[in-house]
Every structure is written in structure tokens, then in C-alpha cells.
């Protein structure tokens, strides 16, 4: 049991996107810190903004099993899939989620339009622009050549 933890820990396909992971969401915690003078503990779990972890952890992850694995084996195709449809729906089906979010939240603050009292707002920032998924992918690939 104590030998598969440990295996589980120096398995490269695991920690590597997940330091990757955890990097980027540290950026964009200081990042935020720095632009608005404001400490954001959520951005650390948060999803959307520059770049996209979820696209680097998957361009990373796919990149890495190309290299050790080879371009030609079937887990690199499950990976290289697995990655567009990731970096397709973060740019895609939820950068529209959160745009509708936005636009909710607007009806909802604007008095006497609906009448309707909400708790809690909407989450906003759920998605990526284009250019945040391909820095994000970008920035997976080079940390997968690189480790």
C-alpha cells in the first residue's frame, strides 16, 4: 500500500499537471493581487482568466504521454482528444455560460425590471477567450518538453 502511494506521487503524468495546474492558479492569484491591490483566496479554485490551466493541464498532459509514450500509441490519441474537446468547451460552451451569467446578473440589478430577489450572483468568469486557451495550451506543451 505504502509503495503505491509513493508511485502515485512520482507518477510524472500526475504531478506534472498538477504542480502545472497549481502554478497558473498562483499566477493569476498574484496577478489579481497586483492589479487590484486585493487578496482573491476564490481565483486560487476560480475558474477563467489568463492563461487557461485547464488548457495547459491537458496540452501538458497530452504532451507528455506523446514523449514518453510516442505520438503513435493509442493513449496519445485518447489524450490529444481528450484535450481539444477540454480547450473546445472552455472556450466555447462555457465562455457563453458565463456571458449569459453576466447578462442575468444585469436584468436582475436593474431596479424594477424583474422583481426578482437573488441571494447570491451568478459566476461570471467561467470560460476562456480564445487567446487565454492558446496561451494556456501553449504554456502546457512547452512544461511537457521541458519535464
Not at 482573491?40 to 489568463?50: D, S
Not at 436593474?110 to 495550451?137: D, I, R, W, Y
Request: charge should be positive; hydrophobic fraction near 55%; include cysteine.
Amino acid at each position: 500500500m505504502k509503495n503505491d502511494f509513493i508511485a502515485f506521487l512520482q507518477n510524472k503524468y500526475i504531478y506534472i499537471p498538477f504542480l502545472l495546474w497549481f502554478g497558473i492558479q498562483l499566477f493569476k492569484v498574484i496577478w489579481d493581487l497586483v492589479t487590484t491591490k486585493r487578496f482573491n483566496f476564490k481565483r486560487i479554485m476560480g475558474a477563467g482568466g489568463m492563461p487557461s490551466s485547464h488548457s495547459a493541464v491537458v496540452a501538458g498532459l497530452a504532451t507528455l504521454i506523446g514523449k514518453y509514450e510516442g505520438v503513435n500509441s493509442s493513449i496519445f490519441a485518447v489524450a490529444l482528444i481528450m484535450a481539444f474537446v477540454v480547450m473546445y468547451d472552455a472556450c466555447g460552451v462555457r465562455r457563453a455560460a458565463g456571458k449569459q451569467a453576466e447578462l442575468l446578473n444585469k436584468l436582475i440589478e436593474t431596479p424594477g425590471l424583474t422583481g426578482l430577489q437573488v441571494s447570491e450572483k451568478l459566476v461570471e468568469v467561467l470560460g476562456h477567450t480564445p487567446v487565454q486557451v492558446f496561451v494556456g495550451a501553449l504554456i502546457g506543451v512547452i512544461a511537457g518538453l521541458i519535464f
